[in-house]
T-cell receptor, first 115, second 111 residues
Framework: DAGVIQSPRHEVTEMGQEVTLRCKPI?????LFWYRQTMMRGLELLIY????????DSGMPEDRFSAKMPNASFSTLKIQPSEPRDSAVYFC?????????????FGNGTRLTVT | GQNIDQPTEMTATEGAIVQINCTYQ??????LFWYQQHAGEAPTFLSY????GLEEKGRFSSFLSRSKGYSYLLLKELQMKDSASYLC????????????FGAGTTVTVRA
């Protein structure tokens, strides 16, 4: 079990540029979550998918953010255009659908810096 | 929505016991999780409580009181490697698959 895999680990970009973060969930997990973590706001849920379908995107900050899950093994989070306030660590997590006690398994995160 | 409160920081000595409290106010409740996060790393799952009482897992135990909206994580026989942030997370009763996280408690273990 390779765990949740995210890429890149670090991303530094200039304001106005497009940023794409990638995630491969654990095989067999049918829920995928994107979280953002900052010192000020902690871990915030942005969006989650079930069986590749977006279920709740109420945490997406604004239209500059979009997420897709074209298949069960891949998801992207895109920011266009990026702004300095988007600087944060973005985590992808997945979980198996069975049981309320099924925990989230997090990837190692992408540290995004927008200058 | 959720309101989840934890202390910001705690310091303890190697070999000692530390108790991290978490209080929550929710419109519904379907379980509480504790996660450990070392600096620069991903959160990792520690424990899950949905019924009142104590769940023990080795050096770590977690307690829940649903009527009081209260949980604690107890770390015994502290080791230096236990220095980390500990996150309390509540499963929203209105959406069983969403987890809302507290801000985390940074525990520093000193020799």
């Amino acid at each position: 079990d390779a765990g949740v895999i995210q890429s890149p680990r670090h991303e530094v970009t200039e304001m106005g540029q497009e940023v794409t973060l990638r995630c491969k969930p654990i095989s067999g997990h049918d829920y995928l979550f994107w979280y953002r973590q900052t010192m000020m706001r902690g871990l915030e849920l942005l969006i989650y998918f079930n069986n590749n379908v977006p279920i709740d995107d109420s945490g997406m900050p604004e239209d500059r953010f979009s997420a897709k899950m074209p298949n069960a093994s891949f998801s992207t989070l895109k920011i266009q255009p990026s702004e300095p306030r988007d600087s944060a660590v973005y985590f992808c997590a997945s979980r198996a659908g069975t049981g309320f006690n099924s925990p989230l398994h997090f990837g190692n995160g992408t540290r995004l810096t927008v200058t | 929505g959720q309101n989840i409160d934890q202390p910001t920081e705690m310091t303890a000595t190697e070999g000692a016991i530390v108790q991290i409290n978490c209080t929550y106010q929710t419109s519904g409740f379907n379980g509480l999780f504790w996660y450990q996060q070392h600096a620069g790393e991903a959160p990792t799952f520690l424990s899950y409580n949905v019924l009142d009482g104590l769940e023990e897992k080795g050096r770590f135990s977690s307690f829940l009181s649903r009527s009081k909206g209260y949980s604690y994580l107890l770390l015994k026989e502290l080791q230096m490697k236990d220095s980390a942030s500990y996150l309390c997370a509540v499963r929203d009763g209105s959406d069983d698959y969403k987890l809302s996280f507290g801000a985390g408690t940074t525990v520093t273990v000193r020799a």
